[in-house]
């Protein structure tokens, strides 16, 4: 299950995307979802809910997830998502794609202010 900032080399790509992976398989088999990400603020907060059937994504202006400040969000279910109901390690990463530095040459950076990780039965 992945929530990823990137326009993949191609700035025409939306740069959101949310992508469910199957429990097995065929990894050509995902599901994605995308759109353009832009904040109105210098902060966001982005959330995986994952159920027996369903997986959730949500990305949202600040650090207040509510509606008025929601900018996307999708819901993958059934089948053709195959949720895995096996524990997952939780991996964040901030990587250059093929290794280039930004095109315009600044550098960049993204601050965690807050991770949770929460066991809902």
């Known amino acids: 299950m992945d929530i990823e900032i990137a326009r993949w080399g191609n700035d025409r ?12 398989g065929d990894s050509a088999k995902h599901v994605s979802s995308t759109k353009e990400f832009l904040l109105t603020s210098g902060l966001s907060t982005h959330c995986i809910r994952r159920k027996t059937d369903t997986v959730t994504c949500e990305s949202f202006n600040g650090l207040k997830p ?4 929601l900018i996307y969000a999708s819901t993958f ?11 997952m390690p939780v991996h964040i990463n901030f990587w250059l794609f093929e290794g280039k530095p930004p ?4 550098s960049v950076e ?12």
């Not at 509510?66 to 400040?69: L, P, S, T």
């Not at 095109?103 to 600044?106: G, I």
């Not at 993204?110 to 039965?121: A, C, D, G, Q, W």
């Open 77 to 87: 279910t059934g089948p053709s998502a195959s949720i895995s109901r096996l524990e």
């Open 110 to 121: 993204v601050v965690i202010r807050r991770f949770t990780f929460n066991m809902i039965p």
């Open 13 to 24: 790509y939306p740069n959101l995307n949310y992508t469910i992976w199957p429990a097995s």
């Open 103 to 106: 095109s315009n040459q600044k």
């Open 66 to 69: 509510d509606d008025k400040n």
